[in-house]
């Protein structure tokens, strides 16, 4: 189930590097063409 809010869509979603993956809750738009995580995420992974 995607939860929805006031035009927001959130969806869980896995981020995979090498031999690491984290679990998070995304901020989904559905217009862009590209997508970005932050720095400290990416140093997560």
Same mark, same amino acid.
């Given at each position: 189930m995607v939860p929805m $809010? +006031?035009?927001q869509v959130f969806a869980r979603v896995e981020l995979k590097h090498e031999d690491k993956t984290i679990s *998070? $809750? +995304?901020l *989904?738009?559905?217009g862009a063409s590209r997508s970005a995580i932050s720095l400290r995420l990416a $140093? $997560?992974?």
């Amino acid at each position: 189930m995607v939860p929805m $809010r +006031a035009e927001q869509v959130f969806a869980r979603v896995e981020l995979k590097h090498e031999d690491k993956t984290i679990s *998070v $809750r +995304a901020l *989904v738009d559905t217009g862009a063409s590209r997508s970005a995580i932050s720095l400290r995420l990416a $140093r $997560r992974l």
